[in-house]
């Protein structure tokens, strides 16, 4: 049974989705012609507006520079998963891995802590820690359902966006980023627009604690009892061979594999990033967390936890494919943005949903248009491009809480993240599983993270 779920799932995917650079053009056309058929706007040369308007989107600095940040807290994020102290924490945590059960509960509980903090690094912690469990499994003679557990490797994706990488919320927490996106609302109620949202209003909110909490406990509960039903699986692992050789070192090569020099500056970096935590921000702590602070630290922590700088840029070439989808596709949903904001579409959808909501429906039809959203468009910063205008626009027409309205855009996005396997891709080649295989369990997590979070905005 559970077999032919994974196959309708897979028809589906293959059937109806292509890539998402794919999406992500058709989704620049839609706009394009929704915008010149109904956006309430004057001119005697549409189209060419339209086309302007797109252009001068795509090319907005400020939100290029929202793509690097996101694309470094990725690439910092894999590469600190790469370090020996990761390698060995994770071994520590095989201990406890005994079973199908044991392993999917122990891999998504540190999976889920680990997505709180980096949504880089939880991809790759959770393909890794998956990994091992298999190859401890293969070497110790035990059977496991290795779909599972690699299921259970990608439930980071589950709590990302309401986390410290949060896309949407680190970006809301800088001065001047509200503002800049509420463009197009009416000045009496841009007036009441804070100038930033800091974590204590988002990531460390009680709704939001509520939800981390609900996830953390419930979700490997449910894994562990599902674990103890579930046939064991036949696990194929191909082979991962890394050389560490290296040639006779001369002159300033030393100082490439100094252990001594990369302790150094991690040591340095992490320290003053901890000086602006506890110094500099000690009055508002909160503060601290804005992208290039947290991009900071992570560079301090990876640099700290390599064994030289050659194995620290060694981590960063294996990471940095990763973000190629963010650097060519955020540009394409930054033009989607310039499209809606400038043709005045925002405000016309804006409209639509204050005309159907109220203080308590608004967050949930939020959270469900999120999800559907991010199966078109399975990046956080970028739906945040599209979908951060309407949200402001809208909560400030119905005078509900802007930060309650953002988590339910940010758990609607990371909710479908278990159907939309794009960010599964590190996760399937570490493995060596398919998409298929982990879709059924992936569902099943969705449907009960969709109950945690819509009981949460309904409670809050």
């Not at 070497?139 to 949060?166: D, E, Q, R, T």
């Not at 959270?367 to 400030?396: C, D, K, L």
């Amino acid at each position: 049974m559970a077999k032919n779920f994974a196959n309708r799932f897979e028809w589906w995917f293959r059937t109806l989705l292509p890539m998402p650079f794919t999406i992500a053009l058709i989704l620049t056309l839609i706009t394009f012609i929704a915008a010149f058929l109904f956006a309430p706007f004057e001119s005697d040369q549409r189209a060419i507006d339209l086309i302007v308007m797109w252009e001068n989107g795509m090319w907005n600095g400020n939100l290029l520079v929202f793509a690097v940040q996101m694309m470094l807290i990725l690439i910092l994020g894999h590469v600190l998963a790469l370090s020996p102290i990761v390698d060995r924490a994770i071994k520590k945590g095989l201990y406890l891995c005994t079973d199908t059960a044991s392993s999917a509960a122990i891999v998504s509980f540190f999976t889920i802590l680990t997505g709180y903090f980096n949504w880089g690094l939880a991809l790759v912690f959770g393909a890794i820690f998956a990994r091992k469990v298999a190859e401890q499994a293969l070497k110790n003679g035990y059977s496991i359902n290795y779909p599972m557990v690699g299921a259970s490797g990608y439930v980071g994706l589950l709590v990302w966006h309401g986390g410290l990488s949060g896309s949407s919320l680190i970006k809301v927490a800088e001065p001047g980023h509200l503002r800049e996106m509420a463009q197009n609302v009416d000045l009496q109620k841009a007036a009441f627009i804070p100038d930033v949202l800091s974590f204590e209003q988002t990531v460390f909110s009680s709704m939001n604690a509520f939800v981390f909490v609900a996830t953390l406990l419930l979700i490997p509960l449910a894994l562990f009892l599902l674990g103890k039903r579930v046939k064991p699986s036949k696990i194929s692992l191909s082979s991962k061979t890394t050389s560490t050789q290296v040639h006779d070192l001369i002159g300033i090569e030393k100082l490439d594999h100094s252990r001594i020099a990369s302790k150094l500056v991690g040591i340095f970096l992490v320290g003053f990033a901890f000086y602006k935590l506890f110094i500099i921000h000690q009055t508002d702590w909160l503060a601290f967390f804005t992208p290039n602070n947290i991009n900071f630290t992570l560079l301090g922590l990876g640099i700290l936890s390599h064994r030289s700088f050659h194995h620290f840029i060694g981590a960063v070439d294996e990471a940095i494919g990763g973000v190629a989808g963010i650097l060519i596709q955020f540009p394409l949903y930054f033009g989607i943005m310039g499209l809606m904001r400038s043709s005045g579409m925002v405000e016309w959808i804006s409209d639509f949903f204050v005309q159907i909501s109220n203080g308590t429906t608004y967050p949930i039809f939020t959270f469900i248009s999120a999800g559907i959203i991010n199966i078109f468009v399975p990046s956080g910063g970028g739906q945040w491009a599209v979908q951060g205008p309407i949200i402001i626009q809208a909560a400030s027409e119905l005078d509900v809480s802007l930060s309650k309205c953002i988590l339910a855009m940010a758990y609607g996005d990371q909710v479908t993240n278990m159907l939309q396997p794009f960010w599964a891709l590190p996760l399937l080649g570490i493995t060596g599983l398919k998409a298929r295989e982990i879709l059924p369990y992936t569902a099943l997590l969705f449907l009960l993270a969709s109950v945690i979070f819509v009981a949460a905005l309904l409670i809050f």
